[in-house]
């Protein structure tokens, strides 16, 4: 994701709204760019995964 103030909170957000569970989380930057590993306990649908991708300044999402 962008490394902007906010993408993450929306994420988070998104992840809460769908009352999915968030275990463990590592977030990392470098200059304009970030990345997130978010581990919850539940798999999110495709919805909350697609609601993840339409935040402002997501770039991509990958659900193992």
Known sequence: N???AGVLGH???ALADANVNVLD???RSR???AYNIIDVETAPGAGVIEAIRKVEGVIRVRAV
């Open 11 to 13: 994420v988070l957000s």
């Open 31 to 33: 200059d304009a760019l």
């Open 2 to 4: 962008d490394n902007v």
């Open 25 to 27: 989380m590592s977030n």
